[in-house]
Nanobody
Framework: QVQLVESGGGLVQAGGSLRLSCAASGSFFSLSAMAWYRQAPGKQRELVASISRGFNTNYADSVKGRFTISRDNAKKTVYLQMNSLKSEDTAVYYC?????????WGQGTQVTVSS
């Protein structure tokens, strides 16, 4: 199974950028579909972006054109480049891995966008 650790969150002004990283350890990273989710206070966790084993990507409508998900299998890391950030992007961002061995979540990283 894959263990995940997110980093890169922080406080940024509206219109700014951040890049989140999710470092994986253990086996099967290259065989895992990876995704970023977020959860704002009082709201349900929602899918932000995903990337398949074959590098196909998918985005929530709210982030299309602003966020980019990518992965580096050699480094066992998945990234989320976030540009043109808005106050509504404020949330805890979680990384998730899904493989035939099951699913794994990271502990989350806080992103706060000030307006």
């Amino acid at each position: 199974q894959v263990q995940l650790v997110e980093s890169g969150g922080g406080l940024v002004q509206a219109g700014g950028s951040l890049r989140l990283s999710c470092a994986a350890s253990g086996s099967f990273f290259s065989l895992s579909a990876m995704a970023w989710y977020r959860q704002a206070p009082g709201k349900q966790r929602e899918l932000v972006a995903s990337i398949s084993r074959g590098f196909n990507t998918n985005y929530a409508d709210s982030v299309k054109g602003r966020f980019t998900i990518s992965r580096d299998n050699a480094k066992k890391t998945v990234y989320l480049q976030m540009n043109s950030l808005k106050s509504e992007d404020t949330a805890v961002y979680y990384c998730k891995a899904d493989s035939f061995a099951g699913g794994s979540w990271g502990q989350g990283t806080q992103v706060t966008v000030s307006s």
